[in-house]
């Protein structure tokens, strides 16, 4: 049995999608229980309506909703009645194994820092969200915006992390690591990429590949992409921007026509497989990995499958034992560093 | 009558597609003149075999090539005869009223900085591409890689340079500039973003928008995209990943069965006018704004038609008076701080 918390006021479609989706979970998942966090009230009424398997289930009463407008830090201190706040509670007491939430980046980063607390030996806990790759398997971006300005030493602690999630999660054997940069040379970059290159390369427990442009991210030649905030939220949504672009005009070229229209119909499958190949919400959300517990950040915009995909992907985490191998792995390092 | 001094050895496809995209040039544009810098009896024996208006070309010996593989700034500084030095050096002596290189940025970047030399009031010169958006027209992104490692002062220069580029090339009225950063709000960033923000939003000559995550980047929501030259660089090459990765499997998906290679013939030419759409060779190559000639950076991959484009660009920015108008906001916005 895995208990998962999830978040019933996270997200644009909180709260009606994160029931659905987390009974969706329940259905394909027969080893996983749910804690919902919400008003306990609605929470009940919401699952009155919706048939569900009632021993897999249990409510615990958080009625506050801490919003995208308000300081996170400060919500996550003086909100403790917040969904978000009690999802992440829940974990710390050992009532649940993983909390899954579609709050704010900045709250669900909050919450899992204050509330639950870091792994030792990590700086700064960071998300990681799996993107597709030509490859066809997927790459981990670490960090994608939980820290905006970085030092070497937290890119070589994504490094751990993001290959303790790949082994754990994704089955990947030996992942390898990039170093996200503008060149594929080994002087190239800015300061942090310059200082970070060697702390890499000459690290024992990480299987370092080198450079890799933002070019080249995702072409599936690393598992593990490993970069400030700041540049891997750029790479992040600018990969989501370009595919916005294109598929849009590409919907208005296929329709531009009368013969366009006809073939259209006939590469509607065709497109239907690519658009599913693209589609990153099956990996789930961003894990928030460095914390003592296994938070996964779904995207706010998530609709049920969405959310059931996150609760599918908590569940892994908490079964790979990713809090386990990181700390393992930062031990081990720290061993490394003192001999 | 423009004169464009051509580096006949820059780039992967050199020389013969420099002199074949010059050429193409040349009959498009009867107004420039080209002064090709290249080994004097090669580019000869090159020309012999290629029709042309023998009164419109000149060549400047130059027989040394700047690699890949040397550093940027001592090869321009001893390589006095290369190819790349001598483009710059014509504009420098006014022999020819601009450049285009598609040898390594480093090096066109160092050769229009100690070759030319920096529009007074500029710290740090940066290269600037047009990217096509969702809106039709395109957008500059400054900068894309001259400049790693920003302060936020350089910003609000690029900002400067983007708007006289757009204005005098382009002819947008009044370009609106975006702030790239990993939130629309005005307190989200970096430390980077945080400081320049005030800057941006408080300068008098600056037409401020705010906030441009990179998602919005090719939305067309603003005319000018500023940001250090890494994270510009991850934007921009992470846009042209991700449309690799998007059209390599459209097409594998349209010939996967014979459904959807027959709908495929059907959309063919739909899909040939979204492929122009998102072509931005059309634009040209990169502008080098910030030094005191109108020089562009082609793309390294250039073949003949893009190095034709790029001469075309190199044209527009003569004739619109690029380099005056930055000159011009320059000692405008020098004048506003001393009062």
């Known amino acids: 049995m895995i208990r998962i918390a999830v978040d019933v006021y996270g997200g644009d479609n909180a709260p009606d999608c994160v029931l659905d989706g987390a009974l969706e979970a329940?259905?394909?998942?027969?080893?996983?229980?749910?804690?919902?966090?919400?008003?306990?009230?609605?929470?009940?009424?919401?699952?009155?309506?919706?048939?569900?398997?009632?021993?897999?289930?249990?409510?615990?009463d958080a009625p506050d909703v801490i919003t995208n407008h308000e300081s996170p830090t400060l919500a996550i201190r003086r909100k403790l009645n917040a969904s978000l706040v009690k999802t992440m509670d829940a974990v710390k007491a050992g009532e649940a194994d993983a909390a899954v939430t579609a709050g704010s980046t900045g709250a669900a980063l909050a919450g899992g820092i204050f509330r639950i607390g870091r792994i030792r030996g990590i700086n700064r806990p960071a998300l990681a969200p799996l993107l597709p790759t030509a490859a066809g398997k997927p790459v981990m971006l670490i960090?994608?915006?939980?820290?905006?300005?970085?030092?070497?030493?937290?890119?070589?602690?994504?490094?751990?992390?993001g290959q303790a999630y790949m082994r754990g999660v994704m089955g990947v054997d030996k992942p390898k690591v990039g170093l996200l940069n503008i060149g594929a040379e080994d002087e190239k970059g800015n300061d942090?990429?310059?200082?970070?290159?060697?702390?890499?390369?000459?690290?024992?427990l990480v299987d370092f590949y080198g450079n890799v442009e933002a070019r080249d991210?995702?072409?599936?030649?690393?598992?593990?992409?490993?970069?400030?905030?700041?540049?891997?939220?750029?790479?992040?949504?600018?990969?989501?921007?370009?595919?916005?672009?294109?598929?849009?005009?590409?919907?208005d070229g296929l329709l531009s026509s009368t013969r366009s229209k006809v073939g259209?119909?006939?590469?509607?499958?065709?497109?239907?497989?690519?658009?599913?190949e693209l589609d990153y919400e099956q990996y789930g959300g961003a894990a928030l990995l460095g914390v003592t517990g296994a938070v996964v950040k779904?995207?706010?915009?998530?609709?049920?499958?969405?959310?059931?995909?996150?609760?599918?992907?908590?569940?892994?985490?908490?079964?790979?034992?990713?809090?386990?191998?990181?700390?393992?792995?930062?031990?081990a390092a720290a061993g490394d560093a003192a001999k």
């Open 143 to 161: 960090d994608c915006g939980a820290n905006v300005d970085c030092k070497p030493e937290y890119l070589v602690q994504f490094a751990l992390m």
């Open 298 to 331: 779904a995207h706010g915009s998530s609709k049920a499958h969405a959310y059931a995909c996150a609760i599918r992907q908590a569940r892994t985490m908490v079964e790979g034992k990713v809090v386990d191998i990181i700390a393992g792995q930062l031990s």
């Open 192 to 204: 942090l990429a310059k200082s970070t290159f060697p702390l890499l390369r000459d690290h024992p």
């Open 264 to 276: 259209a119909l006939l590469v509607k499958p065709a497109l239907k497989g690519l658009k599913n």
């Open 26 to 60: 329940m259905r394909e998942m027969p080893d996983i229980h749910v804690i919902f966090c919400g008003a306990q009230e609605e929470v009940r009424k919401l699952l009155a309506g919706r048939p569900h398997d009632e021993a897999r289930v249990r409510i615990i």
């Open 217 to 251: 991210a995702l072409t599936g030649c690393v598992q593990v992409i490993v970069c400030d905030g700041f540049a891997g939220n750029i790479l992040l949504k600018s990969t989501e921007g370009a595919a916005q672009l294109i598929l849009g005009k590409l919907k």
